[in-house]
């Protein structure tokens, strides 16, 4: 299956813990983009990466909140201090190199902050 | 930030009925597209529309993008139990190269 892949699936953590959530793009797609699911809500993009670049992450928090494409491995999206209000589905979407609006979804990482 | 305007929020409706969503921007966008979530997955796109005006149809769904390139709406005909689901509309090509989603509209079909 060569689909966006994301890990975990489920994580649960306490306040103030550090969540990581990974993602690998489907093959050949240099576009990786993270979206915030909360209950019963749309999806709020956070940002939108490129292998080591990051082109808009007009979405994301001030604080607490990163995100990297490394040249070789995972786009890796960073909670520090985790919150409640942090407990969401978070989604990563990959999309090849002529970017046109069409994104392929992976499953989600569910985040619960206890 | 900039929104989309998708409605209803929610349908109830038997199998075998059709059903019709929309979405309105305030905003032009280059490109419009419908995505269906289930429950615990991903989005999945069914359609997109590169054209104001446009109708595309992918078996029994169909849309259109409006003429003015503010809205879209998506069809489904003749609905069946595996089509519940949330669908999303979304936008494309005014911000750079990030998509902007719908509130969604949550269909639920009555055997």
């Known amino acids: 299956n060569a689909g966006v892949m994301q890990n975990p699936r489920h994580l649960v953590r306490r306040r103030g813990q550090e969540a990581r959530l990974r993602c690998s793009p489907m093959?050949?797609?240099?576009?990786v983009y993270w979206y915030r699911q909360l209950p019963e809500e749309g999806l709020k993009f956070m940002v939108y990466l490129q292998k080591e670049n990051i082109i808009d992450e007009s979405g994301m928090p001030k604080e607490r909140f990163s995100a990297e494409f490394p040249k070789e491995g995972p786009s890796i999206l960073r909670i520090q201090q985790v919150v409640r209000g942090d407990s969401a589905a978070y989604f990563c979407a990959s999309s090849p190199l002529t970017n046109t609006g069409e994104l392929f979804f992976g499953e989600g990482s569910r985040l619960t902050v206890l | 930030g900039q929104q989309l305007n998708q409605s209803p929020q929610s349908m109830f409706i038997q199998e075998g009925e059709d059903v019709s969503m929309n979405c309105t921007s305030s905003?032009?966008?280059?490109?419009w597209l419908w995505y269906k979530q289930d429950p615990g997955e991903g989005p999945v796109l069914l359609i997109a529309?590169?054209?104001?005006?446009e109708l595309t149809s992918n078996g029994r769904l169909t849309a259109q993008f409006g003429i003015t390139r503010k809205d879209s709406f998506l069809n489904i005909s003749a609905s069946i139990p595996s089509d519940v689901g949330i669908y999303f509309c979304?936008?494309?090509?005014?911000?750079?190269?990030?998509?902007?989603f719908g509130q969604g509209t949550e269909l639920s079909v009555k055997p």
């Open positions: 979304a936008g494309f090509g005014n911000q750079g190269g990030k998509l902007i």
């Open positions: 529309l590169y054209k104001a005006g």
């Open positions: 093959k050949g797609h240099s576009h």
């Open positions: 905003s032009i966008f280059n490109t």
